[in-house]
């Protein structure tokens, strides 16, 4: 009866998506702790940092908040692209059971907004196919590679993946390859200028040897007193 209902593309189905992700947080979410994995990228860490002086129950919100939100995602762009013939919230149901079956998917994690960025870059691959101008498309999905990076590290391998997605579904240019790097380096620029300004990079007395000049002057001061 309840595959029926989501096959049909009933509204009853947001609402039983709903009471499943609450039953979620019940028996298995509620109470749970951040986990921390090798690769912990920098936005991770600052989220980790925020939701640490925030209530507990804050924690099991976002996740839930990860699972909802890429649940009903990935239907729409099952949906919108016709990769199924007949419209449905089957996909959103599937997405919601193997969460729950799943323990990586039930605690914070860096993996949790890797697949989010994940199911965008799915997105805007579809896109790609038949886009005559295809340019910034792909420079989005180099983007949202570089900031899946920053959550986790190890999600680096999203370039290839994307790279040859792209070569699959378009010839790729110079220009394109030049745009996708382009992409995700962008936002590791930026990462490493945030973390060059915030005095956190081992590179900071290199490039910037002035930093520290005001300490010095008040050195030199004390010792002539």
């Known amino acids: 009866m309840i595959i029926r209902i ?4 009933n509204p009853l189905s947001y609402l039983i998506s709903l009471v499943a992700l609450v039953v979620i947080w019940v028996l298995w979410v509620e109470g749970v702790v951040v986990t921390e994995q090798e690769g912990n990228g920098l936005l991770y860490e600052l989220l980790t940092a925020m939701l640490s002086v925030m209530p507990q129950w804050m924690t099991s919100v976002m996740i839930l ?3 909802g939100t890429q649940a009903y995602h990935w ?3 099952i ?6 013939y007949k419209k449905s919230l089957l996909p959103m149901l599937f997405v919601v059971v193997f969460a ?3 323990s ?3 605690t914070l994690n860096p ?3 890797v697949i989010s960025i994940t199911i965008f870059i799915l997105d805007k691959l579809f896109s790609v196919y038949k886009n005559p101008k295809p340019t910034g498309i792909i420079f989005d999905c180099g983007f949202l590679s570089g900031v899946a990076c920053l959550f986790w590290f190890p999600a680096l391998t999203l370039f290839p993946f994307v790279f040859f997605s792209l070569f699959i579904l378009k010839p790729l240019s110079l220009r394109d390859i030049l745009v996708l790097i382009l992409g995700i380096t962008t936002p590791l620029f930026l990462a490493f200028v945030y973390l060059l300004m915030m ?4 590179l900071m007395s290199v490039l910037l040897p002035f930093q520290h000049l005001d300490c010095y002057v008040d050195r030199v001061a004390l010792l002539q007193q």
């Open 100 to 102: 729950a079956m799943q």
């Open 75 to 77: 239907n729409l762009i």
């Open 6 to 9: 989501f096959k049909e593309s």
């Open 79 to 84: 949906t919108n692209h016709e990769v199924i």
């Open 104 to 106: 990586a998917f039930l």
């Open 199 to 202: 005095d956190t990079s081992p």
């Open 65 to 67: 908040l990860f699972i």
């Open 111 to 113: 993996v949790l907004p």
